[in-house]
């Protein structure tokens, strides 16, 4: 978690969100500490949706489709944190 919290990672971590404006998604619980660092060293405004960790095997067995079936567009932007 210490390089994750480096002063260089943070700063890049915040160049590709900060024209983020409503929403950030984290998968994992070290996605979400990171953010939360982010929004308390920068101020950054935005809710935080949480998410498990999408491993392999997650993805195989946690994805939910609503019924009726609902178009959801989403633009997903990966971010490395490690």
């Known amino acids: 978690m210490k390089e994750v919290l480096s002063k ?3 700063q890049r971590l915040y160049s590709e969100i900060k024209n983020t404006k409503k929403y950030i998604i984290t998968f994992g619980e070290r996605a979400e500490q990171v953010l939360e660092v982010l929004k308390t060293k920068y101020g950054l405004n935005v809710k935080v ?5 999408l491993s392999f095997q997650r ?3 946690s994805i939910v489709v609503p019924e009726p079936k ?3 567009i989403l633009q997903i932007r990966t ?3 490690d």
Do not use: R
């Open 59 to 61: 993805l195989n067995t």
């Open 70 to 72: 609902e178009t959801l």
């Open 79 to 81: 971010l490395n944190i």
């Open 49 to 53: 949706i949480s998410a498990p960790h």
């Open 8 to 10: 260089k990672n943070l």
